[in-house]
């Protein structure tokens, strides 16, 4: 079993539709949940963390993490077809080591 | 301020061959990290190093691979006698001085393909 599992889709959606993103982990020991975008051939940019639990909103972004159901998310509202792109979830203990998920595409269509 | 700068971006070596990918860290920042990426895949972490220092390399494989973080220069990650499996994005990130939590800022990758 991986460390992280994400869907990779492609998940293919109408502009202005809401999407929903997800990730499930099995090491209790990760506090910090990030999620990156990552255009074709591009590196990894940072949208979002959060630390432990909790919800956290930023412009048409929320991330959410259940800590006891060892499960995060990414919404994203109000679609647009720059939004297109593979996402990645990745998270971490303490200290350094990442371990991403394979990545979700995202297909936003005009 | 620049980001994270990766060189070359695309390279090409045959079987065999030495491939060196280099990489500088955003101004001030002294943490480099090298992941892997395959298609269809997230990225593994390789390794992490400091200054002159190898801080983890427990994600890269025990032979033909290496790293470095000079005190002068960029950080080169460097693969010996390449085969057809080495074919991959290599991205670097780098960050601040340590601490519990710090944002890895990614390079744009260099692109390895093995013929």
């Known amino acids: 079993q991986k460390e992280v599992e994400q869907d990779p889709g492609p998940l293919s959606v109408p502009e202005g539709a809401i999407v929903s993103l997800n990730c499930t982990y099995s090491n209790s020991a990760f506090q910090y949940f990030m999620w990156y975008r990552q255009y074709s051939r591009k590196g990894p940019e940072l949208l979002m963390y959060?630390?432990?639990?909790g919800n956290k909103e930023d412009g048409r972004f929320t991330a959410q993490v259940d800590k006891s159901s060892k499960y995060i998310s990414l919404f994203i509202r109000d679609s647009q077809p720059s939004d297109s792109a593979t996402y990645l979830c990745a998270m971490r203990t303490p200290g350094f080591k990442t371990i991403f998920g394979a990545g979700t595409r995202l297909f936003v269509k005009a | 301020n620049a980001g994270v700068m990766q060189n070359p971006r695309h390279l090409v070596r045959r079987r065999g061959q030495e491939a060196r990918l280099r990489c500088s860290p955003m101004k001030g920042h002294s943490h480099v990290y090298w992941y892997r990426q395959l298609p269809e895949e997230g990225l593994k972490f390789m390794v992490y190093l400091q200054k002159e220092n190898i801080i983890d390399e427990s994600g890269m494989p025990k032979e033909r691979f290496s790293a470095e973080f000079p005190k002068e220069g960029p950080s080169i990650l460097r693969i010996q006698q390449v085969v057809r499996g080495d074919s991959a994005a290599y991205f670097c990130a780098s960050s601040p001085a340590d601490r519990d939590y710090n944002e890895q800022f990614f390079g744009p990758g260099t692109r390895l393909t093995v013929l």
């Open positions: 959060t630390y432990s639990s």
